[in-house]
């Protein structure tokens, strides 16, 4: 069966410090990779999206992910955090249509 | 251009009563997909409608989810009768295309959030 795991359920930055989340994933041929956020009071907004070619992603909001595949990993960083940036984020992998979550990563900013 | 809406925001409901819930996805998707996040969980895929035929259905949990789109445009999402454990977050995305062995991105709707008491 398809898994996504999310290590950290919890992170807790400061404001302006650097920021990793991690993901990994179970092994597919042809990994469909994304990630999304959901703000509180927000649903669902897609960050950024690997399906194939440079393995170093750039999404929205200044957030990029690299997807390495002989560590079937696919983090999530930003450079410097905005408090706005306090968030929950799912990192996601697609068989088909059908998407699998990770169990996601809540993110506290601290002044 | 709007996005995936879902109605109502919130429901709260009790054991035994029926709820339905409402997706309209954005204009000219023909994919539509439900999931849902109960506490503590993982979010989690029930089924996946293109046009107005359900394409695969083995997230449903039981035969109380009925999920129907007329048309092939909205969908509804019936729960009857409703237990405690259906408390959660009732998610809807859409797509644009079906690509065979392949995926598109999804786009989420804000949310249900179903409380069974």
């Known amino acids: 069966a398809q898994s996504v795991t999310q290590p950290d359920i919890h992170i807790t930055v400061s404001e302006g410090a650097s920021l990793e989340l991690r993901c990994n994933y179970s092994?597919?041929?042809?990994?469909?990779l994304f990630w999304y956020v959901q703000s509180p009071g927000q649903g669902l907004q897609l960050l950024l999206k690997y399906f194939s070619g440079d393995t170093l992603v750039q999404g929205i909001k200044g957030f990029e992910a690299e997807f390495k595949r002989s560590q079937s990993s696919f983090n999530l960083r930003k450079p410097s955090v905005h408090w706005s940036d306090a968030a929950e984020y799912f990192c996601?992998?697609?068989?088909?249509?059908?998407?699998?979550f990770g169990g996601g990563t809540r993110v506290l900013v601290k002044p | 251009e709007a996005g995936v809406t879902q109605f109502p925001s919130h429901s709260v409901i009790e054991k035994g009563q029926t709820v339905t819930l409402r997706c309209d996805p954005i204009?000219?998707?023909?994919?539509l997909y439900w999931y849902r996040r109960v506490m503590g969980k993982e979010i989690k895929f029930l089924l996946h409608f293109v046009k107005e035929s359900k394409q695969d259905e083995s997230g449903m949990p039981n035969n109380r989810f009925l999920a129907e789109r007329t048309g092939g445009t909205y969908s509804t999402l019936k729960v009857q009768p409703a237990e405690l454990e259906d408390s959660g977050v009732y998610f809807c995305?859409?797509?644009?295309?079906?690509?065979?062995?392949?995926?598109?991105?999804?786009?989420f709707g804000p949310g249900t959030r179903l409380t069974v008491l």
């Open positions: 996601v992998k697609a068989a088909g249509n059908k998407l699998t």
């Open positions: 204009s000219g998707h023909d994919n």
């Open positions: 092994y597919g041929a042809t990994p469909y």
């Open positions: 995305a859409s797509s644009q295309l079906v690509i065979r062995g392949g995926t598109d991105t999804q786009y």
